[in-house]
């Protein structure tokens, strides 16, 4: 029955399903974990960096996370391309409501912006959903911190911690027992990431080069300023440290 209805966005099955959106989620559900966590003083976007050949030339700059205006960033699972067309989508309305108001946007008018782009693709004949879930991260003077998650479909919804990508199930069960009511800071949040990269990405030994590891927090200097906002990708030797830390309460915890 299914194969009657797939073959277009437009086309509800009888069960009221729209079979390529959920294509597109699965697609998704292959890519290489993200973790979003909410911390007290910061956002912190942790990455699976999936390695398909040693011969391939370092990337210049990430292919995970993006910043998309001073106070805003994203991080992506799914297909890169898809993703790019989105990332200009959202740097472009940031900027021309920039220019128009002289402010930063909301981030969560951002969100929906792109989001709006996205459900487009699954309502006109002859386009296809985009294969690519985002999270956003963001900060502003009335609600503070924000994180924020997107799937095909266009929906959004605000989360203080949560994961998408391969064996994100996973990654939510343990964000469940490990994140609690009190927030993190940015530095308990990271190695909180760390942890749950390490449950979902099967069993592989973790490693710097197997991860990427974000945060965004605000300046010291205007600390009230959400264009101060500080984006910063740990290094190998960074994202390193924290793994060992992580490694070593593990081993604490088995000994106890």
Known sequence: ????YDSSTTTFSP???LHQVEYAIEAINNAGTCVG????DGIVMASERRITSGLLAPSKTSEKTYQLANHACANVAGLTADANILIDQARLKAGRFFYTYQEPIPLE????????YKQAYTQYGGLRPFGVAFLFGGYDDHYGFQLYQSDPSGNYSGWRA???GANNQAGKSLLKTEYSDEMPTVEEALRLAVKVLNKTMDGTAASAEKMEL??????????EDAETCQHHILTQAEAQVVIDQVESESASAGDS
């Open 1 to 4: 029955m299914a194969r009657r």
């Open 15 to 17: 069960e009221g399903r």
């Open 37 to 40: 966590i909410l911390a007290k």
């Open 109 to 116: 008018m951002l969100v929906e912006h792109v989001c709006n």
């Open 162 to 164: 949560t994961v998408i």
């Open 214 to 223: 974000f945060t965004m927090t605000l300046n010291d200097d205007d600390a």
